[in-house]
């Protein structure tokens, strides 16, 4: 497929930006999960040690704090996956990313919100029995992506056009996701580097793809 290579020509112009990005993102995610519990841990440690019991700390601290905890990593990948599709989106108009590209906030607001709304339907799918969550991955995948080329565009708008754009485009798209999801899958195992470029590639095949099928042009790399 044409995408994935002008995907890893594109990335590899200009990677050193989103390897740093996700670097970043990765210690801020493991921050995010790990302190609160560790912070909990100690205070259980403290107050074994002390003799006191810790028993009514599960209900009124533990399960509390497991819930915000989850909120927070649930919000921080929404806005993560917004940056990606920022940076991509910049690489895919052939303009030059920086680190600060993949770092914003009040502008990625709505690309995170349906991001958020796409992935509260895939899990709910999933949950429903899986299958579910794969029909509904597959086919609302590239909203997140029309929300983050054209901020202006309403999220049922995105979801619709998304939809539209699968339908008439089914099997090159369920090829794209397989070969897609391969090479991602393949690039984590590179040692030291893989996990660090494997989104940003993705994300950015992603909006190269969506592009193709909305027939918007896209910068082309040699």
């Not at 030059?96 to 607001?109: G, I, N």
């Not at 029909?135 to 999220?155: E, F, Q, R, S």
């Not at 798209?173 to 195992?189: G, K, P, Q, R």
Request: glycine share 8%; hydrophobic share 55%.
């Amino acid at each position: 497929m044409d995408i994935v290579g002008q995907t890893f020509k594109g990335y590899l112009k200009q990677p050193v930006p989103g390897m740093l990005a996700m670097l970043v993102h990765l210690i801020i995610s493991f921050a995010l999960l790990l302190v609160p519990g560790t912070v909990l841990g100690g205070i259980s440690a403290a107050m074994e040690e002390s003799g006191r019991d810790i028993e009514p700390l599960v209900p009124t601290v533990g399960i509390p704090l497991m819930v915000v905890m989850a909120l927070a990593a649930y919000a921080y990948l929404c806005w993560m996956m917004a940056n990606l599709f920022n940076g991509s989106r910049k690489i895919a108009d052939g303009e030059k990313v920086t680190f600060r590209d993949y770092f914003r906030f009040a502008q990625l607001s709505g690309c995170a919100g349906v991001y958020a709304c796409f992935f509260i339907l895939v899990t709910l799918g999933s949950i429903a029995g899986g299958f579910p969550g794969l029909i509904l991955y597959a086919l609302l995948w590239p909203a997140p992506v029309i929300k983050a080329d054209d901020p202006d565009k309403p999220l049922m708008d995105c979801f619709r056009e998304a939809l539209d754009l699968i339908m008439e485009n089914l099997g090159q798209s369920l090829l794209f996701i397989l070969v897609c999801s391969l090479i991602t899958s393949f690039v984590v195992f590179i040692p030291i580097v893989g996990f660090l470029a494997a989104y940003p590639i993705w994300a950015l095949g992603m909006v190269l793809f969506t592009r193709a099928i909305q027939r918007r042009p896209a910068a082309r790399f040699e």
